[in-house]
């Protein structure tokens, strides 16, 4: 950041501008928002400027800038668009030490004036370092058209109203005061001279709602690109007080959670530590009973082997309501990455979604019918149960040129893709040495058109 943002205090303060043409005109239609008294310094101003100046907006004085006229200035602008007068300008504020822009030279300036979104006593100031003004007026505008105009008056009134809403407790039933008030019942004020009456009534009702409930909602998070969210499951992070996840949910989809939340990793590993699932099933109660808005965030879909069920059943018996936003699975984005349809016409009428182990080991599953030709199965936690699969499955007549495709990492910016057959699975699996998160995807080779995703390793395996 070579520029940084500030708001600096115009009360009392003077501001110098050297000029009277366009650029002139342009900086003071900014500056004359303020309450800084303006002296403009120009020999020859445009009508506006004298308009201004006889209106009491600001005081012209029609010769060149002079040393003294920069006593007690807080900045100035050089504004003259010609390069020796402002330099002339510029000369003069190193030597009284003010600051100084000089219009349209970044090179020059100490400071620059950014796009600013005028909401009153809401200011959004846009800038770019005179990279990108169009991005930046592309911007203003998107801004604009966003906030309300009256965003500007609701901020005066809600500023004035603060002691009173410090009646309410500190925390969430004061947010949810605020929350309402911005963006339900302040919009609604038609009147602003009940706009105070109108904000108490809304205080007495907060006063005097009971304390919220506690929720708790099973949010799946899908495979890691936070582009995969669903729109429920941002707002689930938007609104929630804590948030208790596993390890494999991206730190970009944490990043979505609101500031405030408390984040609660209760990682599980497949074969490593893990936070004991009582404790887990303990942990979301015990917030949701202290009335917490709840989020327990699950890759992927929580219904897929993310034993929901164990904590669904812990909230039914304490008696805490919940609800599920279901996620994209691993198996989803796993075929997606590779061009591939998890059921297709002719080929396979049923899909299964596998476990390679399951709190006993590996898992056994029905390996006769998987076996058989054009079968496919995405088998979850399966990287360490590859060589037992592989056994099973050959043992049971599967023929060993089966495709096996194995996704790492699946939609994420480091997805990895192995693509083999069932007799090379354990040594092609070993040789890449996935430390992410992988999906076997039996049945499925990855179509041509995606070669550029496949792992490079492939062609040794081969
Ligand atoms: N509920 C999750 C699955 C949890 S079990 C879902 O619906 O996806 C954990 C297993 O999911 C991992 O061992 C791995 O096999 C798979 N998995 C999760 N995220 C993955 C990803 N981004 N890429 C590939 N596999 C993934």
Known sequence: MKHFPIYLSMTDTRIVLSGGGAAALAKLRLLLKTEAQIDVYAPTPAPEIVQWAEQSRL?????????EDLTNAKLVYAADEDPSVDARTQALAVKAGVLLNVVDNLKDSDFITPAIVDRDPVTIAIGTEGAAPVLARALKADLEERLPPRLGFLARIGKSFRKAADALPMGRRRRDFWADYYFTA???ISNQDDAHEKLQELLTQHLEARDRAGHVQFVGAGPGDPELLTLKARKALDTADVVIHDRLISPEILELARREATL??????GFGPSTPQEDIDALIVEHAQQGAQVVRLKSGDPTVFGRLDEEIEACDAAGVSWSIVPGITAASASVASIGQSLTKRGRNGSVRFLTGHDMQGFADHDWRTLAMPDQVAA???GKKAARFVQGRLLMHGATPDTAVTVV?????SNQRVLSTTLSNLPNALATAAFDGPALMLLGLHP??????VLDPMKQELA
Do not use: N, Q, W
Request: glycine share 6%.
């Open 447 to 452: 179509r041509a058109a995606c070669a550029l």
């Open 186 to 188: 302040g919009p609604r």
């Open 379 to 381: 088998i979850y936690m």
């Open 264 to 269: 609660l990793d209760v990682g599980k590993h």
């Open 59 to 67: 005081t012209l004085v029609s010769r060149p800038l002079m040393l």
């Open 408 to 412: 790492e990492s699946a939609s994420r």
